[in-house]
């Protein structure tokens, strides 16, 4: 069963900092893609950054490229979303998700994340 638990959210003014973490079981960072989302209210859920150690892909919604930067630590089971630069834009639910039973990329749809996150609350505001 693969369980993902998000955690560094918080409060943080306009031009601030934070990462996000996440980790947990059931899924191999080898093999399977982690996708970064964030839902803000009132808005579809919106893909962030995604890593693939698999083919060796990253990539970024336009909106963060140059302010965020995706990683991971295998030996951790972690992916981190190091978020600089924060914009009051950047306030949402933030979630990691994957899925295990298909070969899945970065570039692929939402709905073909199968496992999420319970999600970290980020709010930029002064």
């Known amino acids: 069963q693969v369980q993902l638990v998000e955690s560094g959210g918080g409060l943080v003014q306009p031009g601030g900092s934070l990462r996000l973490s996440c980790t947990g079981s059931?899924?191999?960072?080898?093999?399977?893609?982690i996708g970064w989302f964030r839902q803000a209210p009132g808005k579809e859920r919106e893909g962030v950054a995604c890593?693939?150690?698999?083919?060796?892909?990253?990539y970024y919604a336009d909106s963060v490229k140059g302010r965020f930067t995706i990683s991971s630590d295998n030996a951790k089971s972690t992916v981190y979303l190091q978020m600089n630069s924060l914009k009051p834009e950047d306030t949402a639910v933030y979630y990691c998700?994957?899925?295990?039973?298909?070969?899945?990329?970065?570039?692929?749809?939402?709905?073909?994340?199968?496992?999420w996150g319970q999600g970290t609350q980020v709010t930029v505001s002064s």
């Open positions: 890593i693939s150690i698999n083919d060796d892909t990253i």
């Open positions: 998700a994957t899925d295990i039973g298909y070969g899945l990329k970065c570039n692929d749809p939402i709905y073909e994340y199968d496992y």
């Open positions: 059931g899924f191999i960072l080898d093999v399977h893609p």
